[in-house]
């Protein structure tokens, strides 16, 4: 099992930043691919950012340019920078990991932090 817990959710005006962190406790060894995502009101939850432990990114069209995502092997946290912050950006987000057990993949999921950009 793998264990993710978030935080550096806030109350922001536009333009803001935030930085968001996701620390990961458990059978963190085998986690390959960490990375963030968000469900805004009514909508469905869709990916923001990922990174595997190589260090490649992916990004939503949506939050390129303005949103960074980090990873730290060693303390086995994964952060995320926004900046430029817009009301569209307001949603809960959550942070995901992937583990690779054998031929199988699972997947673990935080409880999520709430982001909230004022206009």
């Known amino acids: 099992q793998v264990r993710l817990v978030e935080s550096g959710g806030d109350l922001v005006q536009a333009g803001g930043s935030l930085r968001l962190s996701c620390a990961a406790s458990g059978r963190v060894f085998s986690i390959n691919v960490m990375g963030w995502y968000r469900q805004a009101p009514g909508k469905q939850r869709e990916l923001v950012a990922t990174i595997t432990d190589g260090g490649s990114t992916n990004y939503a069209d949506s939050v390129k340019g303005r949103f960074t995502v980090s990873r730290d092997n060693a303390e086995n946290t994964v952060n995320l920078q926004m900046n430029s912050l817009k009301p569209e950006d307001t949603a809960v987000y959550y942070c995901?990991?992937?583990?690779?057990?054998?031929?199988?993949?699972?997947?673990?999921w935080g409880r999520g932090t709430q982001v909230t950009v004022s206009s």
């Open positions: 995901k990991a992937t583990r690779r057990g054998g031929s199988i993949e699972y997947d673990y």
